[in-house]
């Protein structure tokens, strides 16, 4: 059975930082790549970021460029997005999701193109 996880989500002040896990069973992760999204209050989920099989090639939408890493341990079947430098419009439910590529660098991460298992992760930037 196919299962996606995320979790480390959470309330922060302005300019803090969070680590999210993006944990999946049921298939391995190795065989895809792996997109990051945000859906804030009221509006479409976005893409933010995705990373490459092996994890050769990253990409990141302009907003969150130079504060957010994505990285992935394909031994533990868990992906990650570390945040930093956090801004009050970071704010949303965050979702992992895999897809057979991830888009080249300065391309749109298309939510079409990835198939969603999980439930997110809630985060609120906010002083």
């Known amino acids: 059975q196919v299962q996606v996880v995320e979790s480390g989500g ?12 993006c944990s999946v069973s049921g298939f391995r992760l190795d065989y895809y ?9 009221g509006k479409e989920r976005e893409g933010i970021s995705c990373i490459s099989r092996l994890g050769g ?16 341990d394909d031994a533990k079947n868990t992906a990650y997005l570390q945040m930093n ?16 590529k ?3 660098e300065g391309s749109p991460i298309l939510t079409s193109d990835y198939d969603f298992r999980g ?8 002083s």
């Open 57 to 72: 090639s990253t990409n990141y939408v302009d907003s969150v460029k130079g504060r957010f890493t994505i990285s992935r």
């Open 33 to 41: 790549a792996i997109g990051w999204f945000r859906q804030a209050p």
């Open 102 to 104: 991830c888009a080249a």
């Open 10 to 21: 959470g309330s922060v002040q302005p300019g803090g930082s969070l680590r999210l896990s």
């Open 85 to 100: 430098s956090l801004k009050p419009e970071d704010t949303g439910v965050y979702y992992c999701a895999a897809s057979l």
């Open 119 to 126: 439930q997110g992760t809630q985060v609120t930037v906010s």
